[in-house]
């Protein structure tokens, strides 16, 4: 996905393409970063950009306009081509999915199951709580980023899981 973005009134070209799983190649001006993202919660996110360790934290975008801190410095970058509507996607996780699509939860990291707050069958919201996976000596919560109801659950407590493990699968209802 390429777009222009301005920081403190100068323009860039940046490019941004996904390799695999959790890495991304972004391409500034000239200048290529490889990123690999290495936890995410909520909008806090831990990166990798060219094996130095970095703490992302998202704040907002909105007004064509994205405000992050990238170990606590403050950026505020405004996209101005026709490309941004894909990265307000990217971003704030909404998607155009129709009412009866199934869509795959899977798991952010590896760890153990601790807790399912969800059932077949259940009804559910965005943020909805659906899982609890505990992993380095942390509970981390699986929210929902969609209305729906639950089709199928795929782990058990108490189960160990890698990282991208299918857990549940919901039939979207907008």
């Known amino acids: 996905m390429k777009f222009i973005g301005r920081l ?3 323009s860039y070209t940046i ?3 996904r390799l695999i799983n959790n890495t991304y190649i972004l391409m ?3 200048t290529r970063y490889e990123v690999k993202v290495i936890f995410s919660y909520k909008n806090y ?3 990798m950009i ?3 360790i970095k703490r992302v934290i998202y704040f907002s975008f909105n007004n064509n306009t994205l405000n992050l801190s990238i170990n606590n410095n403050f950026l505020s970058i405004y996209i101005d081509t026709l490309e941004k509507y894909k ?3 990217i971003i704030s996780k909404k998607s155009n999915l129709n009412d009866g699509k199934v869509v795959n939860i899977y798991s952010p990291m590896p760890g153990d199951i601790k807790d399912i707050g969800i059932k077949k069958g259940d009804k559910i919201i965005p943020s909805d709580v659906l899982f609890i996976i505990e992993s380095m000596k942390m509970e981390n919560e ?3 980023k969609f209305s729906g109801e639950i089709k199928e659950i795929f782990v058990k407590s108490n189960m160990s899981i890698e990282n991208n493990t299918l857990l ?3 039939i979207i209802k907008n």
């Open 168 to 170: 549940a699968s919901i």
């Open 15 to 17: 490019d941004l393409d």
């Open 8 to 10: 403190n009134s100068t």
């Open 28 to 30: 500034i001006d000239d």
């Open 50 to 52: 060219n094996n130095f």
């Open 87 to 89: 990265l307000n996607n």
């Open 45 to 47: 996110t831990i990166v």
């Open 142 to 144: 699986v929210q929902s």
